[in-house]
């Protein structure tokens, strides 16, 4: 089946310690995304990347990294750095075009630091 | 980043009956999306739309572009109960990224 998975679905951390979160899709998309969601708000981008070996900053990156050495996945990486990194993570693709271009959710990883 | 202002917050509404939400913006966008998420899952696109005045529906629910490219309308009729859940609008900008509304929480009374 094509498709977007994250793993793993729940997550604990120290505080200190780095994390990282998968995402993998089949799809055959260009482009890549990780959102953050808090309770009661939209959803905040924290990196994309259009193209491989390539990707922005998104509105919140700070504490946050990534890397897209293959088409089908765009790891992201919590480190120590974020200061509030318990939310619920949301890993998304598209075709990169002009038009017909919508994003596709993955189930989402929730990370929770103790 | 901007967000989009998403109202009503949330709705109580008796199962059968129609509803809507809407999403406006200071910005225009190229597109607009509507997903719903369930609890604990990521958003599931509903509807996408792409030109000013744009009308579309995906059975029980009908979306619109605003002919201004700031706002958008999303309605359900004859609402049951698997329609809980929150509604999420989303504007594209450019370099495709997307701008969300802070959701409309759907409760639906059986």
């Known amino acids: 089946d094509g498709g977007i998975t994250q793993s793993p679905k729940y997550l604990f951390r120290k505080e200190g310690q780095n994390v990282t979160l998968s995402c993998e899709q089949n799809l055959n998309h260009d482009a890549m995304y990780w959102y953050r969601q808090d309770p009661g708000q939209g959803l905040r981008l924290i990196y994309y990347s259009q193209i491989v070996n390539d990707f922005q900053k998104g509105d919140i990156a700070e504490g946050y990294s990534v890397s897209r050495e293959k088409k089908e996945s765009f790891p992201l990486t919590v480190t120590s750095a974020q200061k509030n990194p318990t939310a619920f993570y949301l890993c998304a693709s598209s075709m990169h075009r002009e038009i017909y271009n919508e994003q596709f959710f993955g189930p989402g990883t929730r990370l929770t630091v103790l | 980043g901007q967000q989009l202002n998403q109202s009503p917050q949330s709705m109580f509404i008796q199962e059968g009956e129609d509803v809507s939400m809407n999403c406006t913006s200071s910005?225009?966008?190229?597109?607009w999306l509507w997903y719903k998420q369930d609890p604990g899952e990521g958003p599931v696109l509903l509807i996408a739309l792409y030109k000013a005045g744009e009308l579309t529906s995906n059975g029980r629910l009908t979306a619109q572009f605003g002919i201004t490219r700031k706002d958008s309308f999303l309605n359900i009729s004859a609402s049951i109960p698997s329609d809980v859940g929150i509604y999420f609008c989303a504007g594209m900008e450019y370099g495709n990224k997307l701008v969300f509304g802070a959701g409309t929480i759907l409760r639906v009374k059986s």
């Open positions: 910005s225009i966008f190229n597109t």
